[in-house]
């Protein structure tokens, strides 16, 4: 593993424990919105060259955790889509 991709996961890493921490705290729902919330202003953060997440040293940093809130959104939405399913359309 390169220096790179164990950068990446350690983001992830440190992202699915705030996660965690928020759902044991707040529950799912608020957590869901929370990451939400993250996605747009991590997303609205890098693309605002004023804002310091823009630079050099902290883009790549939001783009990942920006990733990792995504794919944490995509894996919830899909949970959410089979319980439904599952629960013959009913939902949760």
Sequence with gaps: MDIETS???DIDTEEAARIAFLIARDGQAATVD???RGV???RSAVLNHAHFAS????RRRFICSYLSF???LSRQEQAT???TECDG???P
């Design 7 to 9: 950068k990446l996961r």
């Design 34 to 36: 929370w990451v939400r």
């Design 40 to 42: 747009k202003i991590y």
């Design 55 to 58: 630079s050099r040293e902290y």
């Design 70 to 72: 995504k794919r944490w």
């Design 81 to 83: 889509k089979l319980t």
């Design 89 to 91: 359309g009913r939902t």
